[in-house]
């Protein structure tokens, strides 16, 4: 069972794993190899599934409204609620010994409308009117006019309804119940597919009980081998401390920092150094996991790049704006301050920046002390020429622009530091 175990679908595995108690040991016992995996606060994907949590509303054998179905279906509620369906103020969370917590929610006040309730009563009041004007007409657009009324009125009861129960301290006709989406991509075609259990946890308790079940629960010499794993970190995720990773690649859309130093607990030795670590934000980072990372990219607005508070030793820069001066100035400090070899600094270039990067590259040329050569790699590219500023005896500065392997049109301008036919 391990020997076959080792070639299975990531998915597919953990489906057996939850079906069938007979396989569920060996299965844990195997290493399982998974090519991406992303986290966060109501949504785990693990290669081509995705299993995703929301809060639904039920009314029994009662119809149930159009704008309930439509939420309903498309998952559910994103938060929690109370029994009437109000989004529940944020509460704070006690961390458990068995668990990690990555809190992103920052604050959020929840909006009620409570005041609101008495004008949207006055305004059914005034629908249900102009509906029974119309009433009986056979006039076609008094009827066109009867029909948009009722979706009006059936809207706006729906809205009153939940206030108007609290209010008078009425059972509300419709139960919650929280609904796991799972949406799995086989070949050509999705498989979508759901499960309902009652409203009686938290979602973000639903969420940790959920990755339990899927990826804990396994030997701490079995980690989770993942080639890449990207965690949402805008909002609450309460990951369980059975859950073993070994990790190359990390990628965190929010507080890098602080979501490193909460997931270390989980990431194998093995893990360190990683490949690289993406981030959304301009630095500098005060963590050993980002600092020591072969690779560091930045993604994101060029808002404040200050590269001379930056320590690693790669970096590749993904900017929606192509920061030219940034790599100018990146440039003249290498030179001016002797930068040692083995620093390397890249940066995207888009479509839509193309113009400004040959630009940039004509400036750069154009530079005293600059020399410019030929080189085969270089031939049939955006700017055939790698421009070479010399540092010291034995280093230089090379920058030069290459497409990325396997994308016709991007490329990366590369400023890079090391060492000359003249080293020892």
Same mark, same amino acid.
């Given at each position: 069972?391990?020997?076959?175990?080792?070639?299975?679908?990531?998915?597919?595995?953990?489906?057996?794993?939850?079906?069938?108690?007979?396989?569920?040991?060996?299965?844990?016992?195997?290493?399982?190899?998974?090519?991406?995996?992303?986290?966060?606060?109501?949504?785990?994907?693990?290669?081509?599934?995705?299993?995703?949590?929301?809060?639904?509303?039920?009314?029994? &054998?009662? /119809? %149930?409204?159009? +704008?309930?179905?439509? *939420?309903?279906?498309? @998952?559910?509620?994103?938060?929690? !609620?109370?029994?009437?369906?109000?989004?529940?103020? &944020?509460? /704070? %969370?006690?961390? +458990?010994?068995?668990? *990690?917590?990555?809190? @992103?929610?920052?604050?959020?006040? !929840?909006?009620?409308?409570?005041?609101?309730?008495?004008?949207? /009563?006055?305004?059914?009041?005034?629908?249900?009117?102009?509906?029974?004007?119309?009433?009986?007409?056979?006039?076609?657009?008094?009827?066109?006019?009867?029909?948009?009324? /009722?979706?009006?009125?059936?809207?706006?009861?729906?809205?009153?309804?939940?206030?108007?129960?609290?209010?008078?301290?009425?059972?509300?006709?419709?139960?919650?119940?929280?609904?796991?989406?799972?949406?799995?991509?086989?070949?050509?075609?999705?498989?979508?597919?759901?499960?309902?259990?009652?409203?009686?946890?938290?979602?973000?308790?639903?969420?940790?009980?959920?990755?339990?079940?899927?990826?804990?629960?396994?030997?701490?010499?079995?980690?989770?081998?993942?080639?890449?794993?990207?965690?949402?970190?805008?909002?609450?995720?309460?990951?369980?401390?059975?859950?073993?990773?070994?990790?190359?690649?990390?990628?965190?859309?929010?507080?890098?920092?602080?979501?490193?130093?909460?997931?270390?607990?989980?990431?194998?030795?093995?893990?360190?150094?990683?490949?690289?670590?993406?981030?959304?934000?301009?630095?500098?980072?005060?963590?050993?996991?980002?600092?020591?990372?072969?690779?560091?990219?930045?993604?994101?607005?060029?808002?404040?790049?200050?590269?001379?508070?930056?320590?690693?030793?790669?970096?590749?820069?993904?900017?929606?704006?192509?920061?030219?001066?940034?790599?100018?100035?990146?440039?003249?400090?290498?030179?001016?301050?002797?930068?040692?070899?083995?620093?390397?600094?890249?940066?995207?270039?888009?479509?839509?920046?193309?113009?400004?990067?040959?630009?940039?590259?004509?400036?750069?040329?154009?530079?005293?002390?600059?020399?410019?050569?030929?080189?085969?790699?270089?031939?049939?590219?955006?700017?055939?020429?790698?421009?070479?500023?010399?540092?010291?005896?034995?280093?230089?500065?090379?920058?030069?622009?290459?497409?990325?392997?396997?994308?016709?049109?991007?490329?990366?301008?590369?400023?890079?530091?090391?060492?000359?036919?003249?080293?020892?």
């Amino acid at each position: 069972m391990q020997s076959i175990f080792l070639f299975m679908d990531s998915n597919l595995r953990l489906k057996l794993s939850q079906r069938c108690k007979g396989c569920r040991a060996s299965e844990r016992l195997t290493t399982l190899k998974v090519e991406q995996m992303s986290m966060s606060p109501l949504e785990f994907k693990i290669d081509h599934a995705i299993y995703k949590l929301g809060i639904v509303r039920s009314y029994g &054998r009662e /119809e %149930i409204p159009e +704008q309930i179905k439509t *939420i309903n279906k498309n @998952g559910g509620l994103k938060f929690d !609620v109370d029994d009437y369906g109000f989004e529940l103020d &944020r509460q /704070e %969370i006690t961390k +458990q010994n068995d668990e *990690i917590i990555v809190d @992103g929610r920052g604050y959020q006040p !929840v909006s009620r409308h409570h005041s609101s309730v008495p004008k949207w /009563e006055e305004d059914l009041e005034k629908l249900k009117r102009d509906r029974n004007m119309r009433l009986g007409s056979t006039n076609p657009t008094d009827q066109e006019i009867v029909k948009g009324l /009722e979706t009006r009125i059936r809207d706006l009861i729906l809205t009153i309804q939940p206030y108007v129960l609290q209010r008078e301290n009425q059972v509300p006709p419709y139960k919650h119940f929280i609904k796991l989406t799972t949406i799995e991509r086989k070949g050509n075609t999705v498989v979508e597919s759901y499960e309902y259990v009652k409203y009686e946890r938290k979602l973000h308790e639903a969420m940790r009980y959920l990755l339990n079940q899927l990826v804990g629960k396994r030997e701490k010499a079995k980690p989770i081998k993942i080639e890449k794993l990207r965690i949402y970190s805008g909002g609450l995720i309460r990951i369980p401390l059975s859950l073993k990773l070994h990790v190359k690649h990390l990628s965190i859309t929010d507080e890098a920092k602080n979501v490193c130093n909460a997931i270390k607990p989980i990431l194998s030795r093995r893990s360190f150094p990683l490949k690289s670590v993406e981030v959304y934000e301009d630095g500098p980072f005060q963590n050993t996991i980002i600092n020591n990372a072969n690779c560091l990219i930045m993604v994101g607005e060029s808002r404040n790049l200050r590269f001379g508070e930056l320590t690693q030793r790669r970096i590749h820069i993904v900017k929606t704006v192509l920061p030219k001066d940034k790599i100018s100035e990146l440039v003249r400090n290498w030179v001016r301050h002797q930068k040692e070899a083995g620093f390397c600094y890249s940066f995207r270039v888009v479509p839509s920046q193309v113009e400004e990067a040959l630009n940039l590259m004509e400036q750069l040329r154009n530079w005293d002390n600059a020399r410019v050569e030929t080189r085969d790699e270089l031939r049939d590219t955006l700017f055939p020429l790698c421009i070479i500023y010399p540092v010291t005896e034995t280093t230089d500065l090379l920058v030069y622009c290459v497409q990325v392997p396997g994308e016709r049109n991007f490329w990366n301008i590369t400023v890079k530091v090391q060492m000359n036919d003249f080293a020892v």
